[in-house]
């Protein structure tokens, strides 16, 4: 691993490709669910959650943020924690209602979030590398 790898500012990665991957995620999980008789309501649950997130995502990229907006900056922060939380306390209220149905849910969501991160991740590391 090079020295300064997590050090050396990049542009911020672009929304298109993880949002695309997570959405394959979610939409070939549905045979799965299907064929394997889970929860078809706790993988409509995961969709829904996923989509929310991914319009969250979108509406506050079009806002302003950086030095010159601490303000819009801060508010998108807690945004995003805000995301993060309400989606664990509803797949944990649905988990403890639907032990099934819940386990779909959160499944199906993790491996759709995870793939997203990673994509993004992967494009943050593979830009190029600004001064």
């Known amino acids: 691993m090079r020295a300064g790898v997590f050090s050396t500012p990049r542009p911020v990665p672009g929304r298109r490709a993880p949002a695309i991957a997570s959405a394959l995620v979610v939409l070939a ?3 799965v669910v299907l064929v394997g008789g889970f929860s078809v309501v706790g993988w409509g649950i995961a969709a829904v959650l ?3 997130g991914e319009a969250l995502s979108w509406w506050l990229g079009r806002v302003p943020t950086g030095a010159d907006h601490l303000k819009q900056s801060g508010a998108v922060a807690l945004a995003m924690a805000f995301r993060g939380i309400g989606v664990m306390v509803v797949l944990l209220a649905i988990t403890v209602a639907n ?4 386990v779909v849910a959160v499944i199906v969501y993790a491996l759709a979030y995870t793939l997203s991160l990673a994509v993004a991740l992967l494009e943050y590391f593979m830009g190029e590398a600004g001064s």
């Not at 032990?99 to 819940?102: A, L, S, V």
């Open 29 to 31: 999980a549905l045979p």
């Open 50 to 52: 996923w989509a929310a």
């Open 99 to 102: 032990r099934g149905m819940g």
